[in-house]
C-alpha cells in the first residue's frame, strides 16, 4: 500500500520542481503557456473554487453565494470590456471546450464546416478526432495562402460555394500576420455560413490592440485559452457581439454542460483582466517586438525562419523550419535538455517524416520575465548553439546563469511580489 504521507511529500516536491524548471532553470520559448501574477496565482489558491455556483448571480440554488455572484459578475463585465465585446461567457472549463460550445451555438450535427488544416496550425478541435467531429461535424479544410500561413481567400469562395458551410473557423496554434477575417465574412454571408475566429492563442494580442478585434472585422464569436498569451488560469472564455448567439451559448454553459463552475478561476481570471486594462497595449506590443527581434537574431544565426519574404511574423510567435534539426518534436527534446521549452508544429512546407516540420516559438512568458529586444541576440545564439550541439545538457548551466538574470515579473499589478515596468 502507498504511504500517504510519502506521496504527500512528493507532491509537495513535484510542485517545486516544476517550479524550478519552469520558472528558474529553463527559457520558456513556447507560446502555449504563461506565468501568473502572484496575485492572480493567490486567487486560484485561495478556497472558494469549491464552493457550489449553480444558478444565475442574484438567483443561485445554493445559499451564501453573495461574495462567489459578484465574483462572477465582475470577471465577466471586465472580459466583455477587455476584449470591447457585448457579452462573455466565463463558464468555460478550456479553450477545446470553448470550441465546442461555439460549434453547438452555430451548428447542427450533419452540418458541414471550413477550418484551417493542421500546415497553418489548423486545432483538432476543429476537425474530426476534435469536439467537432465528435459533435457530429463535416469539416473540410481549408485552402491554405502558404506565404501568409493563412487562408486563401479565392480558393476559399470557390470553395464555400460548392461545400455550402454552416461555419467558417479562422485563427490556428500559430499565428504569423493578422487573417482576412473581413473577408472571410463577405463569403460567409454569400452562403450563409457563421465565422468562428478562434483566438486561443492570439487573444493576448487582441486584448492589447495590437491586432484588430475579430469582432470588429466580422466574426461572430470568438473562443480562447485563458492560460496562454492571456497569462490567466488554465481556462476557455467566448465574447461575441451578437445577442442571439449570447443567449444560446448561455444555455449551452447552464443548465447544458456546466452546473457548478469554479469560482476561483473567476477571480483569477477577473484579476488578470485587471492586468489586461492596465498594461495590455504595452504588453503585447513588447510580445510581437521581441518576437520579431528573436526571428531575426535566429535567422543571422543561420536557421531557416518561416516566412522571411514578410519579415517572418507580426505576432507574438514564429516557428523555425525544422527539417535540419530532425524535425519539431526532436529539435524541443534537444532545447529541453539545454533549458529552452519549445514544441513543434506544423509548417505548409515539406513534410519531415515522423516528426512535425516546425519548431514554434514564443513570446508571452519571456516578457513576462523581462526579457526584452536587446536580450534577443544573446539569447538567439544560445538556441542556435543548442540545436546545433552534440551535448545540449553541456549548456544547461550556462543557459540558467542566463535565465537567473531575469528574476522579476513584468506587466502585472498588485505588487504582490510582481513588478511593474509598464
Ligand atoms: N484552439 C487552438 C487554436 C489551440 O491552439 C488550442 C490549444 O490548446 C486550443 C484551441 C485548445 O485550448 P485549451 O488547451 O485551452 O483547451
Redesign the pocket.
Known sequence: AADTGQTATRIDALIAQNREIHERACFNLNP?TNVMSPRAEAALASGIGTRPSLGYPGDKYEMGLEAIEEIEVIAAELAAQVFDAAYAEIRVP??????LYGFMALCQPGDTIIAPPASV???V?HHAAGCAGLYGLRTVPAPVDADGYSLDIDQLRRLAHEVRPKLITV???LNLFEHPVAQVRAIADEVGAKVLF?A??QCGIIAGRAWRNPLKEGAHLM?M????SLGGP???LIVTDDAAIAERLDAIAFPGMTANFDAAKSAALALTLLDWVDYGAAYAAEMIAVAQALAEALDAEGLTVFGKARGFTRSHQFAVEAEAFGGGQTASKTLRKAGFLACGIGLPIAEVPGDMNGLRIGTPELVRWGVGVADAKPLAAMIARALRSNDPAGMAEEVRAFRATFDRLHFVGGNAGGQNSA
Request: a neutral charge; aromatic letters at 4%.
Open positions: 502555449a478550456s479553450g477545446a471546450l470553448g470550441n496550425g489548423g486545432h478541435t485563427g490556428a496554434s478562434d486561443a492563442h473562443t485559452s485563458t492560460y496562454k488554465a481556462g476557455g
